[in-house]
């Protein structure tokens, strides 16, 4: 009972979330996903509807750290990889979809991690 209110109350704020964010291809959208142990991020260009750049704590980049590293940090190693990876092919700027999820704990290290890594937002 009280798990189908939960997800209730987060598809809500997903919805809430989602009517305000929108990315094009200068201005990628950076949806977020966390799961229990993993968290995993795209960068979307809704205008062609196609994932521009996406990483995650599974990233063969980050595989020897991951035992090593908390989640909050590999959050922040998962942030600057992607960031990177938009940095490659020329994007500066995104815009943040933190989902269903609130701004505090993974998601938001993941954030500061790609602001570090110089994209803005």
Do not use: W
Not at 70 to 91: C, D, F, N, P
Request: proline share 1%; glycine share 8%; hydrophobic share 40%.
């Amino acid at each position: 009972m009280a798990n189908k209110r939960i997800e209730k109350v987060r598809d809500k704020r997903k919805l809430r979330v989602r009517k305000k964010v929108a990315g094009s291809q200068a201005r990628p959208r950076l949806c977020v996903f966390r799961s229990a142990s993993h968290i995993y991020v795209q960068a979307i260009d809704d205008v062609s509807g196609r994932t521009i750049a996406a990483a995650s704590s599974l990233a063969k980049e980050l595989s020897g750290q991951g035992k090593s590293l908390k989640k909050t940090e590999m959050a922040k190693s998962v942030g600057m990889l992607v960031a990177r990876r938009l940095q490659e092919i020329g994007v500066a700027d995104a815009v943040f979809d933190r989902g269903r999820f609130l701004y505090h704990g993974r998601v938001k290290s993941l954030a500061d991690g790609a602001r570090e890594a110089g994209l803005n937002f």
